[in-house]
């Protein structure tokens, strides 16, 4: 597949099309990423109208997006930026050129929510720190946290979480095939 059709597969599936966009910048304007991203919700949506699938996948913009649709509210047209932002990160995953960071964190996170049932922050940051080369990062915040008894060292695990691992396997599995598509 050409880059030119594997950004037109991402839009379909996205359900978004580029020429809706009329760069009014709305959506950069409300975006409350934007100041940290490279190019914004507007600038994604520019780079697929110029047809630069490189510039989509290796920018900060589709690792730092949340997903809190501020910009699909705030956009005259209904575009769904981050509807492609996601698609774009699948890619970008694909292709091996994910952040490093972003991919760590959500491995951590999703391995601690399969096992207890709900994020332990403890362990979160501990395995997120010790696996993205960060040992030190927050650890002075740490005392503090656990005198306000805003983490716990010992994990809740919740009722039924064998049942949301399984889901959350599926879930993943169901991923996997989507990717093969
Ligand atoms: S708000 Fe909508 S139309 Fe305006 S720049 Fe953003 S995506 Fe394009
Ligand atoms: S969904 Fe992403 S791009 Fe859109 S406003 Fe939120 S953070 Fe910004």
């Given at each position: 597949?050409?880059d ?17 966009c ?66 774009a ?44 080369l ?8 740490l ?16 009722e ?22």
């Amino acid at each position: 597949m050409t880059d030119h059709e594997t950004l037109q597969s991402l839009l379909d599936k996205a359900d978004v099309r580029q020429y809706d966009c009329y760069q009014c910048g709305k959506c950069s304007g409300g975006c409350p990423m934007a100041d940290a991203m490279d190019f914004g919700p507007r600038g994604i949506m520019r780079c697929a109208q110029v047809g630069s699938l490189g510039r989509i996948l290796g920018s900060s913009t589709i690792w730092l997006c949340t997903g809190c649709y501020a910009c699909v509210d705030r956009c005259p047209h209904d575009v769904n930026v981050p509807a492609l932002i996601e698609e774009a990160r699948y890619e970008a995953a694909r292709r091996g050129i994910g952040r490093h960071d972003s991919d760590v964190l959500n491995k951590v996170f999703v391995t601690n929510l399969k096992i207890f049932g709900r994020s332990h922050e403890m362990i979160l940051a501990g395995l997120y720190n010790l696996l993205a080369l960060k040992p030190a990062q927050d650890v002075a915040a740490l005392p503090h946290m656990l005198a306000k008894g805003m983490i716990g060292i010992k994990p809740n695990v919740i009722e039924g979480n064998d049942e949301l691992a399984e889901m959350m396997q599926r879930a993943c599995d169901w991923d996997k095939l989507e990717e093969k598509k």
